[in-house]
């Protein structure tokens, strides 16, 4: 079991910044990919971006690649997503995730998910 907590949600101006945390205890948690996902109004969940625990190794989405950066925390065990240059269209409740897959931008691959923060970004 994995439990996963996000934090660092909020409003913000268009061009802001914030930074987002997930804090991560339970079962060999350390052997689990993480991830970030955000999920708009009336929309599915979409990929944001992914970090390993035992490498750092990260991959984030191609159209937010460049403004969002993911990493990890070890001592904290915490994963973190800073977000920069952010638009009204990054407006969504943004979720962390565990996974021990491989397909790391596909929602179904992860089995845990946290209760996720909101993030608004106001134009």
């Known amino acids: 079991q994995v439990q996963l907590v996000e934090s660092g949600g909020g409003l913000v101006q268009a061009g802001d910044s914030l930074k987002l945390s997930c804090a991560v205890s339970?079962?060999?948690?350390?052997?689990?990919?993480m991830g970030w996902f955000r999920q708009a109004p009336g929309k599915a969940r979409e990929f944001v971006a992914t970090?390993?625990?035992?490498?750092?190794?990260?991959y984030v989405a191609d159209f937010l690649r460049g403004r969002f950066t993911i990493s990890r925390d070890n001592a904290n065990n915490t994963i973190s997503l800073q977000m920069d240059s952010l638009e009204p269209e990054d407006t969504a409740v943004y979720y962390c995730?565990?996974?021990?897959?491989?397909?790391?931008?596909?929602?179904?691959?992860?089995?845990?998910w946290g209760p996720g923060t909101q993030v608004t970004v106001a134009s």
């Open positions: 995730a565990a996974t021990r897959g491989v397909r790391l931008s596909s929602d179904s691959t992860y089995d845990y």
């Open positions: 970090i390993s625990w035992t490498t750092g190794n990260t």
């Open positions: 339970g079962r060999s948690f350390d052997r689990y990919h």
